[in-house]
């Protein structure tokens, strides 16, 4: 099993604060098991990935596919949704930085596309 099929297996875990964003080593090696897609923010804060769909009905599906997951997960990403594309922003707001519940909600996040 892969890093990435691994993070898909995995849960989130509640993140109330009080811990420390993970380590910049953490976060590049975290980064590795994710599609190359994605991107890290210049502060190494957050992870971003654009999305591109035909048409706004598949757009909206896949927001909506994706606001499922974000509940189950108790993990919520920032979103742009545009005319036939989604940005999609994952980042721990209670600690202002990345927890691996970002990693795990990002590698769910490109199964909704499988």
Not at 1 to 27: I, N, Q, S, Y
Not at 43 to 52: A, L, N, V
Not at 60 to 86: C, R, S, T
Request: proline share 4%.
């Amino acid at each position: 099993m892969g890093r990435r099929d691994e993070l898909v297996t995995r849960r989130c875990k509640p993140c109330e604060g009080g811990v420390p964003p993970l380590a910049a080593d953490a976060v590049q090696e975290l980064m590795k098991a994710l599609d190359p897609a994605w991107q890290l923010s210049a502060d190494g804060k957050r992870i971003s990935r654009t999305f591109e769909f035909a048409s706004y009905l598949r757009t909206i599906a896949f927001v909506n596919a994706l606001a499922w997951l974000a509940e189950a997960e108790g993990h919520h990403p920032d979103l742009q949704v545009h005319y036939g594309k989604v940005v999609c922003e994952w980042w721990t707001h209670a600690i202002d930085g990345l927890s691996e519940n970002d990693f795990i909600c990002a590698a769910k996040t490109d199964r909704l596309l499988a």
